[in-house]
Every structure is written in structure tokens, then in C-alpha cells.
């Protein structure tokens, strides 16, 4: 009878822990879907990509999103480490993160890790995107290369590498895009509260456009340098071209974009901020940074709520007359620079024309007219400039007003050498308590040279103040 009890008792044991495997199999046919253990996860691997670098995974891959897209809450399609050829395109369904090994932004990492193969499009810029991204859709952990793109210049052009669907709240995190000719599109198709985060590369034409961006779009920690031709003399064309007319981040229209650690390095222009059909941009930029450019910042026209750029550094060494603040003719929107640093070798910091309002406040201008042509750091054509509290460490011109200025505040700045500012506007212009860095007489003779009359009036108070 004993026995007996044991035997039953077993057998519900049994029961009791067969049972989450026994509901696993009935609600998702066992394994053929390629999920792991995790419901809501799904493995490329058991989708049936090999990450040889040979065989075409792109089915096994999108067997896998597919899968994931039709869960009812969504899931992650998990990358192990492998190199996976992808010869044709990718679509991440809604609330599907395509994730890879990489918890950081890498460099050099092709071939390693989580590593994608782009090979579609080779001279159709305007064809599918290599990854297409849904509503609430995530990119992370992975690195993405482009083993056909030549050294040469030009080099071979590609679509984007990474786009929006037209949905909202799309993401790419901790990802490398080692030589995209162009890198991620957020403006083809409206892309609202998009979400880029520790973003590296070295796109060769074009990095992040944003436009139809209709709620707050955040993009922090990007950092676009020559990871794939540094250092390498068969690849010098494709740095040849990226000066002649790579854009790393160009802003169309934009609801207050947020910002924030962002650099490129080599490039014709750093940041291009355009007029779209849809419209412009205004945001908060801060810690943002251009160098080695003939333009660090391109302004076609902005909002008239503003772009705010806080803690900027500004380099403008490469081209014909480089230029780092180049403020175009249709510009209306106003423009803040606060707390920036130029310096470089550069023709011109700043050239403004336009009807908007361009600010320095607390700026740092370091050097200009490379050539010794007589330029002045800032020349301003149009519109309404302030300079205030700004440091410009070099001798020469420093101020230039043309007569089609509106008005201008030129105030409280420290001049190296003698103060130079040409007033040539017929607007409304205050300059005072400014001051140059040169040679002061002594306060003896200062009083000395206030002449007969200063030193009667001071006679005259003695024996004021004697009585």
C-alpha cells in the first residue's frame, strides 16, 4: 500500500513539471518557429542561418522577424556572434528588436562579433534600404559592413542603410556602420520620437537625415570618423570624396530635435540644416562637434523657435575658403551659439546673410584668414547679429557689418590686438566696452594726458574738500 502511495505521488510530481513544457509545445508547435526558451525571443541560428559569411541568410533572418512580428506582444530576434551575409533587404515588423552581441558602440569590428554583409544595390542609391524599421522596431548590437564598396574615388554608391517605415518611435542602439555610402534615413518617411543612441561609422556620402519629424526626435553619442579608410593609402579616394561632398548630419524639418555628443570628422559639410517641403528644423544641439570640414555648419533656413547650439567645437580646415558658420541667403530662423569653440585654419568663422538672427555669446574664436586676405572672423551681409562676452585670439579683422545689415549688438568682447570692427550697415548698430589686448599708458599718464583741464578740476576739489 506503501509502494503503491510512492507510485502516485511520483506521478504527480512527474505532471506537475511537465507542464510549463507541455503548454510551451501546444502554443507554439514546439521549436519550429525559432524561439528559444524565452517566448518571447527568437534565435536566427534556429531559423536556419548558418553566419558562415557565405551562405545567404536574408530568409532565414526575416523567417525570424516574421515570426517574432506576428507574436501578439512582440519580441527580440537575437544575432549570436557570426558574420551573416544578407544579399538582399531586411523589414523589422512593430515591436521587434533585432538585436546582435554588442552591448557598446565598436570600431573595427567587421568580421567580428554580431556582423551583417550588405551587398543589395550596388549603383541604385534610391533602391530598398537594408533594413527597413516598424513602429516601436530596434536596431542594437550590431555591426553592418559593405565588403563590395571600393577605395576609390568615387566609390560605389548603395542604398540607405537603415530607414524608416513611416512609423513612430524607431530605434538603433550600440550599432557600427563601418562604410555605408549612405547610413540611416529618417526623413523619406516621417519619423517621429526616433531614438538613436551610441550610433558609429564612417558613412561616405551621407549619415543622418532627419526630416518629418512631427514629434521629438533624440539622437546622442554618434561618432562618424574614418573607421574603414584611416591609415589605409588604397582607400585615400574615398576620404577625397567625403571632403568634396560628404554630409554626415543633415536636419530637414524637425519639432525640436534633442541633440547631444555628437562629432564627425572629414567631411565637406557637419551639419546641414536644409528647407524641405515639410519645413525646418529647430532643436537643442549640445556638445556637438565638426572637424576637418570646409563647412562645419551649413544654415539654409531654420525655424524661428531656434536652434539652440550650447558647448560646440567648430573646425573648418579643408577647400576652397573654409568657412565654419555659413549662414545662408533664405535663412529666417534664429541661430544661438553659446559657450563654442572655433579654431583651424580656417578663411572665415562665420558668414551671415539672410533676414534671421545670428547670436555668439561666450564664444571662443581661435583662428582665421589662413590666407591673409584681409578677411574679418565674422562678416555678416544681412539679417541681425549679436556678439557679446566672445574671445577672438587673433590679430586682424574681427568684425565686418555690409550695409545690408538689419542691426547689430557688438558688445563686451576681448580682442586680440587692436580692436578691429568695419561698420559699413545703415541699420541700428551698438558696439561699446569692447576691448583689445594691446599696450595701455600707465594711470599717471593717463591723468597727465587728461590736459590742463583735467588737472584744474582735480586742484579744484582739494581745495574743496580742504575747506
Keep these: 500500500m506503501l509502494r503503491d502511495s510512492r507510485k502516485v505521488l511520483c506521478f504527480f510530481i512527474c505532471l506537475f513539471l511537465l507542464k510549463p513544457v507541455m503548454a510551451q509545445g501546444e502554443a507554439g508547435g514546439g521549436q ?34 516574421d515570426s517574432a512580428g506576428r507574436n501578439a506582444v512582440g519580441g527580440t530576434v537575437f544575432v549570436p556572434a557570426g558574420t ?30 554580431s556582423t551583417l554583409l550588405a551587398v543589395e ?26 565588403p563590395n564598396q571600393v577605395g576609390s574615388n568615387p566609390p560605389k554608391t548603395y542604398p540607405w542603410t537603415i530607414a524608416s517605415s513611416g512609423a513612430d518611435n524607431s530605434s538603433i542602439i550600440d550599432v557600427l556602420l563601418v562604410n555605408p555610402y549612405q547610413a540611416v534615413d529618417f526623413g523619406t518617411r516621417p519619423a517621429g520620437r526616433h531614438y538613436i ?46 571632403a568634396l561632398k560628404g554630409e554626415p548630419f ?65 573646425v573648418s580646415m579643408i577647400g576652397a575658403e573654409p568657412t565654419a558658420i555659413d549662414v545662408g541667403m533664405s535663412n529666417t530662423g534664429v541661430v544661438q551659439f553659446q559657450n563654442c569653440a572655433f579654431w583651424g585654419p580656417a578663411s572665415r568663422i562665420a558668414r551671415i546673410n539672410g533676414s534671421g538672427t545670428v ?36 590679430t586682424g579683422r574681427h568684425v565686418m557689418l555690409n550695409a545690408g545689415v538689419a542691426s547689430a549688438i557688438i558688445t ?37 594726458g587728461g590736459g590742463r583741464k583735467l588737472g584744474a578740476f582735480r586742484q579744484f576739489l582739494v581745495k574743496l574738500l580742504r575747506k
Design 121 to 146: 544595390g550596388d549603383g541604385h542609391p534610391d533602391g530598398a534600404p537594408f533594413i527597413t524599421l516598424g513602429e516601436n522596431s530596434v536596431v542594437k548590437g550590431l555591426t553592418i559592413y559593405y
Design 250 to 314: 543633415i536636419f530637414g524639418r524637425t519639432d525640436w530635435e534633442y541633440v547631444f555628443n555628437t562629432f564627425s570628422w572629414g567631411y565637406n559639410v557637419g551639419y546641414h540644416f536644409i528647407r524641405t517641403p515639410n519645413g525646418v528644423a529647430n532643436g537643442n544641439f549640445l556638445g556637438i562637434g565638426a572637424d576637418a570640414t570646409n563647412r562645419a555648419v551649413v544654415i539654409d533656413d531654420c525655424a524661428p523657435y531656434g536652434l539652440l547650439i550650447t558647448n560646440g567645437e567648430f
Design 197 to 242: 543612441r551610441n550610433l558609429y561609422g564612417q558613412p561616405i556620402y551621407k549619415g543622418l537625415y532627419v526630416d518629418q519629424c512631427y514629434d521629438i526626435g533624440r539622437v546622442e553619442n554618434v561618432h562618424f570618423w574614418p573607421f574603414w579608410t584611416c591609415g589605409k593609402a588604397d582607400k585615400k579616394g574615398v576620404e577625397e570624396f567625403m
Design 84 to 113: 551573416y551575409l544578407i544579399a538582399r533587404h531586411l523589414t523589422i515588423p512593430k515591436n521587434v528588436a533585432l538585436e546582435g552581441i554588442w552591448k557598446i558602440p565598436t570600431a573595427w569590428t567587421q568580421y567580428q562579433g
Design 412 to 448: 563686451g568682447n576681448r580682442f586680440a590686438g587692436k580692436t578691429q570692427i568695419t561698420n559699413n550697415s545703415t541699420g541700428d548698430v551698438q558696439i561699446g566696452l569692447n576691448v583689445g589686448n594691446v599696450k595701455r599708458k600707465s594711470q599717471e599718464s593717463v591723468s597727465q
Design 359 to 394: 547670436m555668439f555669446n561666450s564664444c571662443n574664436f581661435g583662428f582665421w584668414d589662413k590666407d591673409k586676405k584681409q578677411l574679418p572672423a565674422i562678416e555678416a551681409s544681412g539679417g541681425n547679429l549679436l556678439v557679446t562676452s566672445c574671445n577672438f585670439d587673433h
Design 32 to 65: 519550429s518557429d525559432g524561439r528559444g526558451e524565452n517566448m518571447n525571443m527568437w534565435s536566427v541560428l534556429d531559423s536556419g542561418a548558418k553566419g558562415d559569411g557565405k551562405t545567404d541568410d536574408t530568409d532565414a533572418f526575416q523567417k525570424a522577424l
